[in-house]
């Protein structure tokens, strides 16, 4: 459809109810204005349309009036009038029907103003608490629940202040330094408080100005915070602080605000009949909290799942398959919170080895785990990440919750098997078989259960194959440089995929199928389901 056609079309369809162009926007959509008629309603109300040329982003559209009778903070309607309708992402326009998913947009918008007006809609306020609590920046890395004073951290990032409270300076200070932010000798007074009440704003009087408005809105949502807030803000005027922070912990987000008292103001001399708090005139600023701590990161995307954080964890063979898994494991949460990730690897990175490696041609000849975890540093800088440039039958791994063969190499991985058995440490396995055909992972958490020297013998007898048919031999490389398996990245994705997989269900406490197999040849066909193989009668590891 013809784009100036379908614009023409729907100012056409607008104007039949009521709208009229009336020119561009500064961003080049189009402007209409008309009235806004919730359903049943006996009158609109004053309001723009902005329509997107292309037809991609939902109609914007906002209300030139606020009623009057409405209170001060109303869910899904900003302090300019702009109205939130439907949140983006949620619905797919149909850039080829412009005219009904445009009208439909305007219908929404109406049926959501008709709630608005009859107060249906109040709860959505908590769900929307941010909308109406915004202001200065200030990020939290905390991993501990203490309570009570704080360490403020004030940063220089761009000739402009930033605060980051924190119970590890320098855990922090290494993140700052990552952010090429400049730590100062700056600090501000800060308290955490917790509430058990999810905030949201006051309908009549916002957003607070003061002291007294913040307690007085406190007192409707948690009156014991209400007196916290209250007690740790004479304290700072107690401590002759010019400011302090007040960070409130409460159920799904965490909020806060900033005081700033008044020294050149006199103190008068009354009675003591007469004295009020002066506290509730001083001015506040709401901040807007944003969480980095590490757990915060590695739960962000996994909210009802156990992440790695607080795990100690071993991957061996930091190759092409443990490049890509590290990373995942990492991101995961591995290294945080007391936590550790140990990465062991003696061989260096070689110009052979980058078309399919995690690390790239910065880190030529380097060793892999020690770039390995310096990348990682770099990326989670929270993190402790171990680098072990050693064969692993001469490292020493100490304690570990989990033991990760990412080698691809079956005799070493029967050594690991036979040296390391489930009575000590849990052990996966992953691997990539024949020329990227297909990957597979085995977790063995007890005895009974078969260990990767097991599957060894299986398949000899052709039990728990990967495919039916016989793995293709192909072999590439010539000369000085050896012969190779030929396979690409994205195989080696998969398989530190598959690994990642069975890490997550395993500190979920999660272990079957303890082997799990991906087919990556299409033109293969499965032989083996996810299962879980007993340990094999003619394993020399298991029978010993």
Not at 26 to 31: A, I
Not at 401 to 419: M, N, P, Q
Not at 425 to 449: F, Q
Request: proline content about 6%; hydrophobic content about 40%.
């Amino acid at each position: 459809m013809n784009s100036a056609a379908a614009v023409a079309d729907v100012i056409e369809a607008f104007k039949q109810r009521g709208f009229e162009f009336v020119g561009k926007t500064d961003d080049g959509w189009f402007r209409l204005h008309g009235r806004l008629m919730p359903p049943q309603a006996d009158k609109g109300w004053p309001c723009e349309v902005h329509l997107d040329p292309t037809f991609f982003d939902l109609p914007r559209i906002r209300l030139l009036e606020i009623p009057h009778e409405l209170p001060a903070a109303v869910p899904h309607l900003g302090a300019d009038g702009g109205l939130c309708y439907l949140a983006k992402g949620t619905v797919v326009l149909d850039i080829y029907d412009p005219v009904g998913q445009s009208l439909a947009c305007l219908q929404r918008a109406a049926v959501v103003f008709g709630q608005i007006m009859k107060g249906e809609m109040i709860e959505a306020l908590a769900e929307e608490f941010f909308a109406y609590w915004h202001g200065r920046l200030c990020f939290v890395d905390m991993q501990g629940e203490d309570l009570g004073r704080q360490n403020c951290i004030v940063a220089q990032a761009n000739g402009s202040p930033l605060w980051f409270i924190t119970d590890n300076e320098d855990r922090t200070t290494e993140k700052l330094k990552s952010l090429g932010y400049q730590v100062t000798d700056r600090t501000v007074l800060t308290y955490r408080v917790k509430t058990g009440a999810q905030p949201r704003p006051l309908t009549g009087h916002w957003p607070p100005e003061t002291v007294g408005d913040i307690l007085a809105w406190q007192s409707t949502l948690d009156p014991r915070c209400r007196r916290k807030i209250h007690e740790r803000i004479k304290e700072g005027e107690r401590e002759k602080a010019n400011g302090v922070l007040i960070v409130i912990e409460s159920p799904l987000m965490t909020y806060g605000f900033v005081v700033f008292y008044d020294r050149q103001r006199p103190v008068k001399k009354s009675k003591l009949a007469d004295r009020r708090d002066s506290s509730y005139e001083l001015k506040v600023v709401p901040i807007s909290v944003v969480r980095i701590d590490d757990r915060y990161l590695a739960q962000r995307n996994m909210p009802k799942l156990k992440t790695l954080a607080g795990k100690k964890i071993a991957v061996v063979g930091c190759g092409t398959i443990g490049g890509y898994l590290s990373d995942m494991l990492v991101k995961a949460g591995a290294g945080t919170c007391g936590g550790k990730l140990t990465l062991v690897d003696f061989d260096c990175l070689l110009p052979q080895n980058i078309g399919r490696h995690r690390l790239g041609f910065p880190d030529l000849l380097s060793n892999k785990a020690e770039a390995m975890a310096k990348e990682f540093k770099r990326l989670a800088p929270g993190s402790e990440i171990r680098a072990l440039p050693v064969d692993v039958r001469q490292a020493k791994l100490g304690e570990l919750d989990l033991l990760i063969d990412a080698t691809g190499e079956e005799s070493l991985g029967h050594w690991l098997c036979g040296h390391y058995p489930p009575s000590t440490v849990p052990m996966l396995s992953v691997w990539i078989e024949g020329p990227g055909t297909a990957v597979r992972a085995l977790l063995r958490m007890n005895a009974s259960g078969a260990c990767y020297r097991c599957l060894w013998h299986s398949n000899r007898r052709g039990e728990f194959r990967s495919t039916i048919d016989s793995l293709p031999a192909i072999l590439a490389g010539h000369g000085c440089e050896g012969l190779y398996v030929p396979f690409p990245a994205s195989v080696s994705v998969h398989a530190a995929s598959l690994g990642a997989e069975l890490t997550l269900d395993w500190v979920n406490g999660i272990y079957t199928p303890a082997l799990r197999t991906r087919l990556i040849d299409r033109a293969q066909q499965l032989a083996t389901p996810d299962c879980d193989p007993p340990r094999d009668r003619e394993c020399p590891l298991c029978n010993s």
